[in-house]
């Protein structure tokens, strides 16, 4: 379960999640280009991994756009808590493209490496420009991951969480390729496709924990302890609640619709336990700006 936001404003979160995309999109568009075309130049399969990568990102920062788009669309009849689930679907998005850009690049790094090593295709010489390329991208891709995290944080956007991890996938990746570059260089060649074969597992390991993370979100993972223990802890204050039996949240974009059941002196009239219940929900307001909307459920203490 994420932090509450900290962007109060809509448009000032909106505007947040905007730039973290904006600068992950053209970054890649300049990553793909130059590191395709040194890795071509080059004769480095690891680069050129690398560079296969970007392009996969690029691709789906386009995707990621359109779905932000559509997440800020108003609720309708149909979809009463508005359209902020998409910001998820769009995270589910990131990883199918993350992990189906690893399986193509494992087996093409792989193959070619075997076939090097076993004396079946011959080896050209990389140039040290692709290792520089390589040592550049990491540098950049840590800036991004340090602001993109940092977003993601303050806005608890789903997908620009997913977009953060995916730039620290790329610097892993980056330094893999720097790597069997460096090796290559050395007189190694075999080993340059291998690291191409090793960028991929790392971005196969990011797309799998970007699945399963938005996977769980959609099929309303009950909330973690801590906030569990928070809304029982702000409950305990409530004069007139006795025990608290149930804390079920469901997550609608950034924010959360809770549902409390909670228990009262039988012998209180109803107009009364609707008086605690009402002083339930606006001590949840007031303690919980990410939480939209609470429903509960009193009934009494010796049932």
Sequence with gaps: MKEPIKLESPEARNDACDFAVDIGLYSNIFLALLKTIVGIAGHSAALLADGINSTSDFIYYVAVKIFI??????????????????????????????????????????????????????????????????????????????????????????????????????????????????????????????????????????????????AMELMDTVPGQELDAQIRGALAGVEGIMAVEEVRAHRFGPHYTVNLKFCVDGSLPVKRGDQIATLAEKTIYEKFHHIRKVYTHFHPQER
């Design 69 to 214: 788009r559509l997440s800020r669309q108003p609720a309708d009849d149909e979809h009463p808590y508005g359209h902020a689930q998409f910001e998820t679907i769009a995270a589910l998005v990131v990883g199918a493209f993350i992990i189906t850009t690893g399986v193509a690049i494992f087996w093409e790094s792989a193959d070619r490496g075997w076939h090097i090593y076993a004396g079946s295709a011959e080896a050209s010489k990389v140039s040290i420009y692709a290792l520089w390329t390589a040592l550049f991208t990491i540098a950049l891709k840590f800036g991004l991951a340090v602001k993109t995290r940092g977003i993601g944080a303050l806005t608890g956007n789903p997908v620009v969480s997913a977009l953060a991890k995916d730039h620290i996938n790329d610097i892993m990746a980056s330094a893999s390729a720097a790597a069997g570059i460096a090796l290559a260089l050395a007189g190694y060649a075999w080993v340059d496709p291998l690291a191409g074969a090793v960028v991929a597992l790392f971005i196969l390991k990011t797309g799998v924990g970007i699945l399963k993370e938005s």
